[in-house]
């Protein structure tokens, strides 16, 4: 069964450091989005690619966070510097668009611990 | 406008009770209403789903009802069992811009 491959899984870092994490969507998804999750509550749009474009990145924090998608498959979500308030999960998802069926596939997550 | 309201924020049931878990909605252009299970350490994963033009949707023990009028749906879980322990969270989406809106979560305690 196809997957959404996220890395790492987990990564412990110190405040004012970079950090990236990488996710692989399932092959010929178009949607891709970044999810934050803090312990506790639901998953918070960062950014929402279609193709290689964004769509909404509007609560992406611009000021250190950044993603791209240049080829439109794989994507990657940057840091720098990682605050103690980036401590949370981010969530890669992806999603079929055309026939569009509503349905998300998540991968595992990146946890992300900022010391 | 663009929030999904969830309730309750925990939930412990005896095995083989009924869990419900309850979602609300204000924005009309949301047509699709997916509830996704998450264990932890993983990602979400899609449990059940339903469009707002059926009233109920059943896939073994697991049923979506929708109340179109008054913006509300719900998670049955019947026969809960240990295994459904989870963080359950539902969510709605707009099929003209992609977009998800997730509730805050329910996290679910079957005891043995």
């Known amino acids: 069964e196809a997957e959404v491959a996220q890395s790492p899984r987990y990564k412990i870092t110190e405040k004012s450091q970079a950090v990236a994490f990488w996710c692989d969507p399932i092959?010929?998804?178009?949607?891709l989005y970044w999810y934050r999750q803090i312990l506790g509550q639901g998953p918070e749009l960062l950014v929402q690619?279609?193709?290689?474009?964004?769509?909404?990145d509007s609560q992406l924090p611009k000021d250190r966070f950044s993603a791209e998608r240049l080829k439109g498959v794989d994507s990657t979500l940057k840091i720098q510097p990682a605050e103690l308030g980036d401590s949370a999960m981010y969530l890669c998802a992806s999603s079929p668009s055309g026939g569009h069926t509503g349905e998300l596939f998540f991968g595992e997550g990146s946890r992300l611990t900022v010391l | 406008q663009q929030q999904v309201k969830q309730s309750p924020q925990s939930l412990i049931v005896q095995k083989g009770g009924i869990s419900i878990i309850n979602c609300a909605y204000e924005?009309?252009?949301?047509?699709?209403f997916p509830w996704y299970q998450q264990f932890p350490g993983k990602g979400p994963a899609l449990l059940i789903a339903i469009r707002p033009d059926v009233s109920e949707k059943k896939e073994g023990r697991f049923t979506i009802s929708f109340n179109k009028s008054a913006k509300q749906f719900s998670l049955h879980i019947m026969d809960s069992q240990p295994g459904d322990s989870a963080t359950y969270f539902c969510a709605a989406f707009t099929s003209g811009t992609y977009k998800y809106i997730f509730g805050t979560g329910t996290r679910l305690k079957v005891l043995a």
């Open positions: 924005n009309t252009a949301f047509d699709y």
């Open positions: 092959s010929g998804h178009a949607t």
């Open positions: 690619f279609q193709d290689e474009s964004v769509v909404d």
